[in-house]
């Protein structure tokens, strides 16, 4: 992986609360390549965004990095000063949130904003900044952009502030865009357009980009790769016909039991997988899973599964891939 963008190793990350200390993110290894899209995957509470905030040192208390390691572009991350950070992020990372409105600042006109990233990052004049910013508008598909430099957040719909938030996030031209759920508060046809837009953009200036979401079906559209997360750990990777046509974990597959089907067109209710996530202040010793898994064996309660290799770039972290497993009464 000598040529990665991005490399997580064994990162662990917990909360030190008044209950006790809260394991949100339990060894977590992983690899981005240049160009790459990389989806993550994984129910609410299973550490996606509590990842993606140390990899943008904005991690606060409570929460703190207890292991392992995070590399950007060969250089270490955990050890960077703030201020090394800031030039970091917004340049090199960029990054959109699921609600657009709590990333723009209510009181400054989109153009003050975009003007100000832009200027900020590259050090533009005023004028050449005002140029780039309503190109970037144009870029990700806002009619009439020039007028909307001069409006205020709230005057535009939650689709356009979300594309306000991408053109932003580009604006910097970065090697890597973090999306966090940011199609969540958008109806489908809106969602398919931002999906789109990403994938374009992508295309375009070449940034890998991490998007993160609780819907496979978001991820197999336009991700290279995909990372399912449980309990803070990912328990299967690959790329997307692995997940999809050779699912190996249990989860995945109770994820993929949940895709909405569609019969006579309509989107039917999703159904949840049966029983509750891991208490994260009290980790079971075995497999996080095992409580909820219909192919659970002794060994599962035991000890952790490490990840097993399933095929070319396709992992999974079960006991089931061990044969001699297979023979264990199960519990
Ligand atoms: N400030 C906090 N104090 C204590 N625990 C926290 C705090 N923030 C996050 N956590 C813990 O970290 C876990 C992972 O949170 P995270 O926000 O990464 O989940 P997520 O996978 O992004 O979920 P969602 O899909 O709902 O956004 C949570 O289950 C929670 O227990
Ligand atoms: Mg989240």
């Known amino acids: 992986m000598a040529n990665s963008l991005l490399e997580m190793d064994d990162l662990r990350i917990s909360f030190f609360t008044p209950a006790g200390e809260v394991k949100a993110v339990n060894g977590m290894s992983c690899a981005l390549n240049q160009g790459e899209v990389l989806g993550i995957v994984g129910e609410s509470g299973s550490g996606k965004s509590v990842s993606v905030t140390a990899l943008m040192k904005l991690l606060v208390r409570p929460g703190k990095v207890v292991g392992g390691g995070i590399k950007f572009d060969g250089r270490d991350i955990l050890a960077m000063s703030s201020k090394e950070m800031r030039g970091v992020r917004g340049k090199d990372i960029s990054m959109i949130f699921q609600d657009p409105m709590t990333s723009l600042n209510p009181v400054f006109t989109i153009g ?174 075995g497999c996080g899973f095992a409580s909820r898994c219909g192919e659970c064996m002794k060994i599962c309660l035991r000890e952790n599964p490490p990840s097993f290799p399933i095929g070319e770039g396709h992992v999974s972290a079960c006991w089931k891939h061990v044969p001699v497993n297979a023979s264990e009464v199960r519990p």
Request: aromatic share 2%; glycine share 8%.
């Open 112 to 285: 003050n904003q975009l003007i100000e990233t832009i200027r900020t990052h590259t050090g533009m004049p005023k004028k050449e900044a005002a140029d780039r910013g309503v190109k970037m508008l144009a870029q990700v598909g806002i009619n009439n952009p020039e007028k909307r430099m001069k409006q205020f957040p709230h005057e535009l719909s939650g689709g356009m502030r979300q594309r306000v938030m991408i053109a932003m996030a580009l604006s910097c031209s970065p090697k890597l865009l973090i999306a966090d759920e940011p199609t969540t508060s958008l109806d489908v046809t809106i969602q398919a357009q931002i999906l789109d837009l990403i994938k374009k953009m992508r295309d375009e200036t070449g940034a890998a980009v991490i998007l993160i979401t609780h819907d496979l079906g978001i991820v197999s559209e336009i991700c290279d790769r995909i990372m399912i997360m449980y309990a803070g750990r990912i328990v299967e990777s690959g790329s997307v016909d692995d997940i999809y046509y050779s699912t190996a974990h249990p989860y995945t597959k109770g994820l993929l039991g949940c895709l909405p089907g569609s019969s006579k067109g309509v989107r039917a209710p999703l159904k949840a997988i049966e029983g509750n996530p891991v208490d994260l202040l009290d980790m079971p010793k």
